[in-house]
C-alpha cells in the first residue's frame, strides 16, 4: 500500500524518532513498537547502520512501515527508498527534496519552521508538514499564529515533545500528530528492554484521548 502523508499522520497520536546504533535490536525494537500499538516508525539517517536497519525492519517487520528521517537530499531519498523506507521525514525543505521525493514516489513530511518555510513546502504541493524544532520555534503560541494564514496545513510538531506535553499539542486543530525520541530511549536499546519500549508505545497510543 502506498500511504499518503496525511494517512502517515493520521495513524497513532506519536511517530516515534528512532535512532539506532546496533543492527541487532531493530528488529526486536520495530516489533515492540508495533505490539505497543505504533506502526509508523522514523529512523533517522544519523547512524552508519540506519539504512541497514530500515531494510531488516522492512524485511522482518511487515505490520510496521518504517520511514527514514534526517532525510536532507535527492540522495538520502534514494538511499531510503532503496533501503525499504515508505516515508521520508526531513529536517528543513529544499524544492529539490521535495521534486525528489515526488519523482520517487516517496511521501515526504518536510521540516518547517517558518511562514517563509510553509509558503516554500506548498509552493510544492506539501501540505502536511513537520513543524520543527517545535519547542525552539515556538511551540503552542507559533502553531496558534500560524493557523491563522494557512489554515489548510496541518501539522506533526517534534523537537521537545514528551508524553507530558504531547496532549496539548494534539488537541491543537493544526495538528494531527507529534513526532519525538521518547518512545525509544538509548537506555533502553543498550539494556534490550523491548517491554519498556512496547509499555512506551501502548501509553503513547492513549494519547489524544
Ligand atoms: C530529533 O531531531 O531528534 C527529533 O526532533 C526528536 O527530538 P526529541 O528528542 O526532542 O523528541
Redesign the pocket.
Known amino acids: 500500500m502506498q500511504w499518503t502523508a496525511r494517512q502517515i499522520m493520521q495513524d497513532a497520536p506519536v511517530i516515534p524518532?528512532i535512532?539506532l546504533h546496533d543492527v541487532a535490536a531493530a528488529v526486536e525494537m520495530a516489533r515492540a513498537l508495533v505490539a505497543g500499538g505504533i506502526r509508523m516508525l522514523e529512523v533517522?539517517l544519523r547512524t552508519p547502520v540506519a539504512l541497514e536497519c530500515i531494510r531488516l525492519i522492512s524485511r522482518e517487520v511487515p505490520e510496521a512501515v518504517v520511514g527514514a528521517g534526517?532525510v536532507c537530499c535527492a540522495s538520502d531519498a534514494e538511499a531510503a527508498l532503496h533501503a525499504g523506507a515508505r516515508f521520508a521525514v526531513s529536517?528543513g525543505y529544499t524544492a529539490a527534496l521535495g521534486a525528489s521525493c515526488r519523482s520517487l514516489g516517496l511521501p515526504l513530511l518536510p521540516g518547517v519552521a517558518t511562514a517563509s518555510d510553509i509558503m516554500r513546502a506548498q509552493d510544492d504541493g506539501y501540505t502536511e508538514l513537520k513543524f520543527?524544532?517545535a519547542i525552539q520555534a515556538g511551540g503552542i503560541p507559533m502553531l496558534i499564529a500560524l493557523g491563522g494564514p494557512f489554515e489548510h496545513i496541518r501539522f506533526c510538531p517534534?523537537?521537545?515533545?514528551t508524553q507530558a506535553n504531547a496532549n496539548e499539542y494534539l488537541h491543537r486543530p493544526n495538528v494531527l500528530c507529534v513526532?519525538?525520541?521518547?518512545l525509544v530511549p538509548a537506555d533502553a536499546l543498550a539494556q534490550r528492554d523491548f517491554a519498556r519500549i512496547e509499555s512506551l508505545a501502548r501509553a503513547a497510543v492513549q494519547l489524544k484521548g
Not at 158 to 161: H, S
Open positions: 524518532v535512532v533517522t534526517t529536517p520543527f524544532p517534534t523537537g521537545g515533545m513526532g519525538g525520541s521518547w
